[in-house]
């Protein structure tokens, strides 16, 4: 069941996250694996709207079997501009 975004500026949904072309990556917090769910399919389960600070989302572990799983935003780091000059001293 999802929660409704409490701020509308800020990047707290999957959907949002999708649309800033940031991604999240899956944990397992007891054996430190990392797991193979995508945004995109978290997206398809559980839906755009769907806060995820503070979410436990009802997975476990492949490995251990843990439920104790923890997802991190990874930042989209792809570089579309040129970054500026070099520095140089005077």
Request: proline share 9%; glycine share 8%.
């Amino acid at each position: 069941m999802t929660s409704p975004s409490p701020n509308p500026a800020a990047i707290d949904t999957l959907g949002k996250l999708a649309d800033a072309e940031m991604g999240l990556v899956w944990y397992c917090d007891d054996c430190n694996r990392r797991m193979e769910l995508t945004l995109v399919r978290a997206i398809e389960i559980w839906g755009r709207d769907q806060v995820f600070i503070r979410w436990r989302p009802p997975i476990k572990c492949g490995g251990c079997g843990s439920r104790s799983v923890n997802c991190r935003v990874q930042a989209n780091t792809a570089i579309g501009q040129p970054t500026g000059k070099p520095f140089s001293r005077p």
